[in-house]
């Protein structure tokens, strides 16, 4: 069955769950399994907080008519994609590309944080995908 969502600015209140989902997805990357725990944490701190900054914008999913359930969110720029999260139980429902579509028109993709699995995804799905980690330090 497929989920209507709608689309909020996030809140501070939002912050907390950007945080900890990012740091938890990212976890397993092998672009991060090398770091030490300590600095893994420092890092996602450092590069999230940028991204929860200006310019940057933060768009929070939530099923229709319950504003306060997160289903997942995206962190984006006019530059470029931060991250995207869907959380377990809304995937597989087309909210990832609703994220995507609601943050960028483009088939061109800068991503900031992204698994591999998640690019290689988009490329399998014409885009083109580009990884800057940099643009958020």
Not at 4 to 14: G, I, L, V
Not at 25 to 41: A, M, V
Not at 78 to 97: D, T, W
């Amino acid at each position: 069955m497929t989920q209507d969502f709608q689309f909020r600015p996030a809140t501070s209140q939002d912050h907390p769950l950007i945080y900890s989902a990012t740091a938890k997805s990212l976890r397993s990357s092998p672009y991060y399994t090398d770091l030490p725990g300590p600095q893994y944490t420092q890092l996602v701190n450092h590069v999230v907080g940028n991204m929860l900054a200006r310019p940057w914008q933060q768009t929070i999913a939530h099923p229709q008519d319950y504003p306060q359930e997160i289903a997942g969110f995206i962190l984006h720029s006019s530059q470029a994609l931060g991250f995207c999260y869907v959380k377990e139980g809304y995937r597989e429902r087309g909210l990832g590309r609703q994220l995507l579509e609601h943050a960028t028109a483009s088939k061109e993709i800068v991503a900031v944080l992204a698994q591999p699995k998640v690019i290689a995804k988009l490329r399998d799905k014409g885009y083109r995908v580009r990884l800057s980690p940099y643009l958020a330090l």
